[in-house]
T-cell receptor, first 112, second 114 residues
């Protein structure tokens, strides 16, 4: 069974540019989550999809972040325009109902 | 507010010795507790969880954790450390008030020296 995959693994962009991160969950997992870890700090929840619906987006930092999950399969997280403080590792996870979350390898975003 | 604390940024242990990585939590109700590990250049891997039942939970790679309700702790342990256990360890708690959101500790870097 393929695990959660994320693309790209690393992205370096300039302040003001746009970046789109992609997450492919484990097939059949309705729940998809985005988390972020800023360097040296705790992992913070961003949002939670159930299929294509946003169940909880209380962790989204501001309106520069837009997450979508069209069709309830893969998800994208767009940052536009990117700021320096957006740098960090973005993790995606998926789970079946009530199960533990399986994480992807993360995307390391560096905004210069 | 729900929170998780990992009081040690780094733990150093000699190979073959027992190891403990500490975690304490604060939740309003009954917690679901998790340990994840991140090896260099890898994603987060699930190690073990406590939902209910026996306070001593066994997980992957010989790790175990003990749930202590009175001390609100969920320390990760292993009887004999391996150099390959060197990694970043995260404790997390399920926020029962907001569906499936995990609340995380800051992580503890575990270094096992030969």
């Amino acid at each position: 069974e393929a695990g959660v995959t994320q693309f790209p693994s690393h992205s370096v962009i300039e302040k003001g540019q746009t970046v789109t991160l992609r997450c492919d969950p484990i097939s059949g997992h309705d729940n998809l989550y985005w988390y972020r870890r800023v360097m040296g700090k705790e992992i913070k929840f961003l949002l939670h999809f159930v299929k294509e619906s946003k169940q909880d987006e209380s962790g989204m930092p501001n309106n520069r972040f837009l997450a979508e999950r069209t069709g309830g399969t893969y998800s994208t997280l767009k940052v536009q325009p990117a700021e320096l403080e957006d740098s960090g590792v973005y993790f995606c996870a998926s789970s079946p109902a009530f199960g533990e979350q399986y994480f992807g390898p993360g995307t390391r975003l560096t905004v210069t | 507010a729900q929170s998780v604390a990992q009081p040690e940024d780094q733990v150093n242990v000699a190979e073959g010795n027992p190891l403990t990585v500490k975690c304490t939590y604060s939740v309003s109700g009954n917690p679901y507790l998790f340990w994840y590990v991140q090896y260099p250049n890898r994603g987060l891997q699930f190690l073990l969880k406590y939902i209910t039942g026996d306070n001593l939970v066994k997980g992957s790679y010989g790790f175990e954790a003990e749930f202590n309700k009175s001390q609100t702790s969920f320390h990760l342990k292993k009887p004999s450390a391996l150099v390959s256990d060197s990694a970043l360890y995260f404790c997390a708690v399920r926020d029962i008030d907001s569906n499936y959101q995990l609340i995380w500790g800051a992580g503890t870097k575990l270094i096992i020296k030969p």
